[in-house]
C-alpha cells in the first residue's frame, strides 16, 4: 500500500486528541507501520491538553479530533482556535460515537475537514487522509467512495 502519510518524505507529526486510552492504543496500532516512515504521534486526552500540544509542536500536520472529551471538547477546541486564529492551516479530522448530522455539521463548520464516525475502518481514515493531504474536503461517506491512488 501507498505510504499516503509521508507524500514528501519530511517527518509527519499527527495529533490525537480522545479522553479513551484505548482509542490512544488504537491509533498506535493503526500508525505502526507508519512510523518507519517518518511518522510521529502525538497525544493529548482532551482540547486543552492539545493546544498545550500545538504550541509545543506547532509543525503538526494532522489533528484527529474526538468531539466529545471532558474539560474542552472538540468543537470548543475548533471554536478556540479559529477565534484565536490559531492552527487553523492544519487540517482535523473529527471523530464522534454519535454520529448525528447535527455533530457532523457543527464539526465541519468549526473548521474541520472530515467526519468519522466510530468506530471506522482504519481503510476509511488512510482514505480521508490522502483526501486531505490532496486538499479535498470530505466526510466519511465520502471517504468510502473515494479510492486510494
Do not use: W
Not at 514528501?8 to 480522545?18: A, P, Q, R, T, Y
Not at 487540517?91 to 457543527?106: R, S
Not at 467526519?115 to 482514505?127: D, G, M, R
Request: hydrophobic share 40%; with cysteine; net charge neutral.
Amino acid at each position: 500500500m501507498k505510504n499516503i502519510m509521508n507524500i514528501d518524505n519530511s517527518i509527519k507529526k499527527v495529533l490525537i486528541i480522545d479522553d479513551s486510552e484505548l482509542l490512544h492504543r488504537m491509533y498506535d496500532l493503526i500508525f505502526l507501520r507508519c512510523r518507519n516512515n517518518g511518522i510521529q504521534i502525538l497525544h493529548s486526552y482532551h482540547g486543552q491538553e492539545g493546544l498545550s500540544e500545538l504550541k509545543r509542536h506547532p509543525d503538526t500536520d494532522l489533528i484527529i479530533l474526538d468531539i466529545h472529551m471532558p474539560v474542552m471538547n472538540g468543537l470548543e477546541f475548533l471554536n478556540h482556535c479559529r477565534k484565536e486564529g490559531v492552527f487553523q492551516h492544519i487540517p482535523v479530522i473529527v471523530t464522534g460515537t454519535q454520529g448525528k448530522e447535527e455533530d457532523t455539521m457543527n464539526g465541519l463548520k468549526a473548521g474541520a475537514k472530515a467526519y468519522l464516525t466510530k468506530p471506522f475502518e482504519t481503510a476509511n481514515l488512510y482514505k480521508v487522509i490522502g483526501k486531505l493531504f490532496d486538499g479535498a474536503m470530505y466526510t466519511q461517506k465520502g471517504a468510502m467512495e473515494c479510492s486510494l491512488k
